[in-house]
């Protein structure tokens, strides 16, 4: 079995899936020739020729405008936007055609299309290089969002979201593309949308994140371990459907909950976590749900980002608040 890193399980994946099915497509700036800005597409070029790898203009309304019409006629389009703050051109056709598509047209046609991107801060990136904008994704009826945290998840979510016949947002954490590796088996395999998974048993606190943060919160969870304090970590992997039931059950055997993501702190998912876990749980809580969240301002350059981003220091603060309360 080979260790992987991220975006190589994203290129595996990708490979895995065009080998297998002669309908998935790739396209984007620079995909092609250039295997991609951070190298997720390298290779697929000369595997694949130019009719399956596709270099597009600079455009990322037309990218997936173009993607929506491949798939409407029976394609699978996996576009790539080079990164997260890029996308906001392609919101119109994200929100107004293809997560509507299949409600417009009463079940008669899907957008089996998937849009990747890295996403977050932490690189030390320019302005809209930065951004974690998951909450608009999330918001819009019709999207699934997947943003896995390491290499099997990252292989096994991509090749499902491939498979799904509606439109899925793959949101890539840029800041451990490749920071480590892991297992991750050679041949195809999926990992099911709409699935959380507990990363780590406790009994005291529940950690909820995703992507990045939560090797953050595994890292705090560490600390609190020599204090005494057993921390359960949940990976959400999917947000948009969001495995709450998971949520629930953790929360309901600890009674104190923290929801940590680096997306400003306003209107981010986390406000939506929490709302849920006190309509459904007020009677079990020992203390209010927190959140640890990035600020409500633009993501700053990089001599500040290490203050903008969650750590598992403003993690362990956190928790000391609603062990204590």
Same mark, same amino acid.
């Given at each position: 079995m080979a260790k992987l890193s991220i975006v190589e399980a994203v290129k595996d994946a990708l490979d895995c899936e065009m080998e297998r099915d002669s309908s998935v497509v790739v396209l984007g700036e620079d995909v092609g020739l250039n295997g991609g800005v951070f190298r997720a597409t390298d290779g697929l070029f000369a595997k694949y020729g130019d009719r399956r790898v596709i270099d597009t203009p600079l455009s990322e309304s037309g990218i997936v405008g173009v993607s929506i019409a491949m798939a409407v006629q029976g394609l699978k389009p996996v576009a790539e936007i080079q990164f997260d703050g890029f996308t906001y051109p392609a919101m119109d056709q994200l929100f107004s055609h293809a997560a509507r598509l299949r409600n417009r047209t009463r079940g008669r046609y899907t957008c089996p299309l998937v849009v990747r991107? #890295?996403?977050?801060?932490?690189? +030390?990136?320019?302005?809209?290089?930065? @951004?974690? #904008?998951?909450?608009?994704?999330?918001? $819009? *009826?019709?999207? !699934?969002?997947?943003?896995? &945290?390491?290499?099997?998840? $990252?292989? %096994?979510?991509?090749?499902? &979201?491939? +498979?799904? #016949? /509606? *439109?899925?947002?793959?949101? @890539? #954490?840029?800041?451990?593309? +490749? &920071?480590?590796?892991?297992?991750? *088996?050679?041949?195809?395999?999926?990992?099911?949308? %709409?699935?959380? !998974?507990?990363? +780590?048993?406790? $009994? /005291?606190? $529940?950690?909820?994140?995703?992507g990045a943060m939560v090797r953050e919160c595994l890292k705090a969870a560490d600390d609190a371990a020599v204090q005494g304090v057993k921390v359960e970590v949940i990976d959400v992997r999917t947000l948009s459907p969001c495995d709450y039931d998971a949520i629930f059950a953790s929360v309901q055997k600890t009674g104190r909950c923290i929801v940590v993501h680096e997306a400003p702190r306003t209107l981010g998912f986390g406000a939506e976590i929490c709302a849920r876990v006190q309509e459904k749980l007020l009677l079990y809580l020992k203390a209010p749900v927190l959140r640890v969240t990035g600020y409500d301002t633009p993501f700053p350059y990089f001599k500040l980002e290490n203050e903008y981003l969650p750590g598992p220091d403003k993690i362990k603060k956190a928790m000391a608040q609603v062990m204590k309360f």
């Amino acid at each position: 079995m080979a260790k992987l890193s991220i975006v190589e399980a994203v290129k595996d994946a990708l490979d895995c899936e065009m080998e297998r099915d002669s309908s998935v497509v790739v396209l984007g700036e620079d995909v092609g020739l250039n295997g991609g800005v951070f190298r997720a597409t390298d290779g697929l070029f000369a595997k694949y020729g130019d009719r399956r790898v596709i270099d597009t203009p600079l455009s990322e309304s037309g990218i997936v405008g173009v993607s929506i019409a491949m798939a409407v006629q029976g394609l699978k389009p996996v576009a790539e936007i080079q990164f997260d703050g890029f996308t906001y051109p392609a919101m119109d056709q994200l929100f107004s055609h293809a997560a509507r598509l299949r409600n417009r047209t009463r079940g008669r046609y899907t957008c089996p299309l998937v849009v990747r991107f #890295p996403y977050g801060g932490g690189i +030390r990136a320019l302005e809209h290089h930065n @951004e974690s #904008p998951e909450t608009y994704f999330v918001h $819009t *009826p019709g999207l !699934k969002v997947v943003i896995p &945290s390491n290499p099997y998840d $990252t292989k %096994g979510l991509l090749i499902a &979201s491939i +498979r799904d #016949p /509606d *439109p899925v947002v793959f949101m @890539e #954490p840029k800041r451990i593309y +490749r &920071s480590f590796r892991d297992e991750v *088996p050679e041949n195809a395999y999926v990992v099911e949308i %709409g699935k959380a !998974k507990v990363v +780590r048993e406790g $009994t /005291d606190i $529940t950690l909820i994140s995703w992507g990045a943060m939560v090797r953050e919160c595994l890292k705090a969870a560490d600390d609190a371990a020599v204090q005494g304090v057993k921390v359960e970590v949940i990976d959400v992997r999917t947000l948009s459907p969001c495995d709450y039931d998971a949520i629930f059950a953790s929360v309901q055997k600890t009674g104190r909950c923290i929801v940590v993501h680096e997306a400003p702190r306003t209107l981010g998912f986390g406000a939506e976590i929490c709302a849920r876990v006190q309509e459904k749980l007020l009677l079990y809580l020992k203390a209010p749900v927190l959140r640890v969240t990035g600020y409500d301002t633009p993501f700053p350059y990089f001599k500040l980002e290490n203050e903008y981003l969650p750590g598992p220091d403003k993690i362990k603060k956190a928790m000391a608040q609603v062990m204590k309360f």
